[in-house]
Structures are given as structure tokens and as C-alpha cells.
């Protein structure tokens, strides 16, 4: 079984434009969440789809971070105008049920920096 | 105001004893409580789950305990090697799913 894939694993951007980042979740995942860690901090919740619907999107920190699960398979995240305070790691993860008792299997993130 | 916080940022054992880590929150009511093994460059790793009517979960040489009185869990892992070196955090899960919350993390180093 395919884990959650996530790409680009690294992207670098100017201030100002905009980048598009994409999780691919475990085949059959209804739950995908988006999660990122900035540097030095905990590893902070952006949002929660379930199939192609937001559950909860209570952690996206502005308007300028969009999120989108056509579908209800892939997910992709663009941040546009980018800022320096947008840089971290972006992490997806995704679970078939919510609640799993199985957890959840995370990605390897996307490491964006703004520069 | 709402926190969680684990032990030490940093943990060296020696290979064979065993490593206890220790994550403690505040003004949360989890319904269930995860750690996660997370290794540099990659996504964090599921490893055990336990609910807040449970007490103790054990998984091969890992053992989670899990006390909502004292708001406190402790993650053991008993006869450790230097491969178990990694960060593991403590994840408290507040919505039944829908998002959760980690702790910054202890870099456990086993040494040889």
C-alpha cells in the first residue's frame, strides 16, 4: 500500500508569490488533514477534509492559504501572496475513519521557505 | 491557558535500559492520546493510541500509560536500542479526530 505523498518535498519562493503544495492520501482515506510545523514551534493543525468537504479549517491562519480536495482525493494547499512568517513544514496526513484507532499516517511534509 | 509539555527536550539512555518520556497537559479533556515517533527529514510515525478509560496500552517492547487525573502520560520503551533514537511527541486528540493537538517533542538518543 502507496503512503501519503506529498510534493514538492522542498520548495524555495520570493516574498510575495505563490506556491501550490499537493498531498496524495492512502487510497480509500476519506480523512485528510493538513498540518505544519514552523521553526522552533509545535507541529500546529491547518485543517480537516472529509472526502471533498472541510470539516474544520479552524487552523488556517489567514485568507491568503486556500485548500482544496476536488473530488475527495487529492488535496492541495496554495498559499498566495507567500510571506516569511509561511515558512515550515507542511505535513498531510490522512485516516480512513475518524477516530482511527490506527492513527494517522503522515507524509514526509513539504519543506517551504520563503524567502 | 491550554499547554502541553513533555519531559525534556532531550534524552540519552543507555542501550538495554529503559526510556521513559513524559508528556503533561493542561486545561485539555482528550478523549484519546497518540505518540508518534518522528525521525529528521520525515513525517511523523504513528505508534500507539490509547482512550481516556484506558489506563495502559503495550505494543512489543512499547508501553503507554495514560492518567486523566493527573493529566499525564507516560511513554516507555523497555529494552532499548540505539535504533529507537528519534523524536517522539505526544499528540492529544480533542475532537475525535478532527484535530489534534502535539507536544514540541523529546529527542530520545540511545547510546551504544
Known amino acids: 500500500e502507496a503512503g501519503v505523498t506529498q510534493f514538492p518535498s522542498h520548495s524555495v519562493i520570493e516574498k510575495g508569490q505563490t506556491v501550490t503544495l499537493r498531498c496524495d492520501p492512502i487510497?480509500?482515506?476519506?480523512?485528510l488533514y493538513w498540518y505544519r510545523r514552523v521553526m522552533g514551534k509545535e507541529i500546529k493543525f491547518l485543517l480537516h477534509f472529509v472526502k471533498e468537504s472541510k470539516q474544520d479549517e479552524s487552523g488556517m491562519p489567514n485568507n491568503r492559504f486556500l485548500a482544496e480536495r476536488t473530488g475527495g482525493t487529492y488535496s492541495t494547499l496554495k498559499v498566495q501572496p507567500a510571506e516569511l512568517e509561511d515558512s515550515g513544514v507542511y505535513f498531510c496526513?490522512?485516516?480512513?475513519?475518524?477516530?482511527?484507532?490506527?492513527?494517522?499516517?503522515f507524509g514526509s511534509g513539504t519543506r517551504l521557505t520563503v524567502v | 491557558s491550554q499547554k502541553i509539555e513533555q519531559n525534556s527536550e532531550a534524552l540519552n539512555i543507555q542501550e538495554g535500559k529503559t526510556a521513559t518520556l513524559t508528556c503533561n497537559y493542561t486545561n485539555y479533556s482528550p478523549a484519546y492520546l497518540q505518540w508518534y515517533r518522528q525521525d529528521p527529514g520525515r513525517g511523523p510515525v504513528f505508534l500507539l493510541l490509547?482512550?481516556?478509560?484506558?489506563k495502559e496500552k503495550r505494543k512489543e517492547r512499547l508501553k503507554v500509560t495514560f492518567d486523566t487525573t493527573l493529566k499525564q502520560s507516560l511513554f516507555h520503551i523497555t529494552a532499548s536500542q540505539p535504533a529507537d533514537s528519534a523524536t517522539y511527541l505526544c499528540?492529544?486528540?480533542?475532537?475525535?479526530?478532527?484535530?489534534?493537538?502535539f507536544g514540541p517533542g523529546t529527542r530520545l538518543s540511545v547510546l551504544p
Open positions: 496526513a490522512s485516516s480512513q475513519d475518524t477516530g482511527s484507532t490506527d492513527g494517522y499516517t
Open positions: 487510497s480509500g482515506h476519506d480523512n
Open positions: 490509547i482512550r481516556e478509560n484506558e
Open positions: 499528540a492529544l486528540d480533542v475532537r475525535y479526530g478532527q484535530n489534534f493537538v
